[in-house]
């Protein structure tokens, strides 16, 4: 069965540094998201991608945020200048033209800032 | 922010026996609404989901009820197995552009005990 995979699985950077976390959404897939989940709370929407634009994007999502599709298979959030509360879970998802309500998910990224 | 709530934040249940997760909502706009299953190092699985034309969709042993008037929603799982132990998290999406953008509840843990 297709899935959705994130690299790395945790990252650990210092507050300041930039990461770029990975995603591989599903391949025949149009619409790709970056959610987030602070420990303890609740998943956030932070943007969706469709047709190698942001579609819409969330108030958490700003400038220091922003994401890429390099190439036909890759999906990358960057993060600029790392926060100490920017430390959570993010997820990827993707999902197809017919039924794009249904997101699916990859296993996440727990990003530590120190 | 608080327009999806899961006002349980678990709910333990015998095998065999129903299970029944709540939400409620308060945006008249979300036009979508799903339920996700988590489990602990995984990202969010898509379970089932109901539009807003509708007040029932069943899936085997999943059954989601919409009670729009009351802006509430609930998961039924008849029979509870241990292997649905899982959070749950309640989801109300609104159409952007052809995609789905969710808001999620803080998720409801379920213990399905044998």
């Known amino acids: 069965e297709p899935e959705v995979t994130q690299t790395p699985s945790h990252q650990v950077t210092q507050m300041g540094q930039e990461v770029i976390l990975r995603c591989v959404p599903i391949?025949?897939?149009?619409?790709f998201y970056w959610y987030r989940q602070i420990l303890g709370q609740k998943v956030e929407f932070l943007v969706s991608?469709?047709?190698?634009?942001?579609?819409?994007k969330s108030e958490i999502f700003d400038d220091q945020f922003s994401v890429e599709r390099p190439d036909g298979s890759n999906f990358t959030l960057k993060i600029r200048s790392t926060k100490l509360e920017d430390s959570a879970m993010y997820f990827c998802?993707?999902?197809?033209?017919?039924?794009?309500?249904?997101?699916?998910f990859g296993p996440g990224t727990r990003l530590t800032v120190t | 922010d608080q327009q999806v709530k899961q006002n349980s934040p678990s709910l333990s249940v015998q095998e065999g026996r129903i299970s029944i997760l709540n939400c409620d909502y308060t945006?008249?706009?979300?036009?979508?609404f799903l339920w996700y299953k988590k489990y602990p190092a995984e990202g969010p699985t898509f379970l089932i989901s109901?539009?807003?034309?509708?007040d029932k969709n069943e899936d085997g042993r999943f059954t989601v009820f919409l009670n729009k008037s009351a802006k509430h929603l609930s998961l039924h799982i008849v029979p509870s197995q241990p292997g649905d132990s899982a959070v749950y998290f309640c989801?109300?999406?609104?159409?952007?552009?052809?995609?789905?953008?969710?808001?999620f509840g803080r998720g409801t843990s379920l213990i399905v005990h044998p």
């Open positions: 998802a993707s999902s197809g033209w017919d039924d794009s309500y249904e997101q699916y």
């Open positions: 945006n008249s706009m979300f036009d979508y």
């Open positions: 109901i539009s807003s034309i509708k």
């Open positions: 991608f469709y047709n190698n634009e942001i579609s819409e």
């Open positions: 391949s025949n897939h149009l619409y």
């Open positions: 989801a109300a999406s609104r159409t952007s552009g052809g995609s789905y953008i969710p808001t």
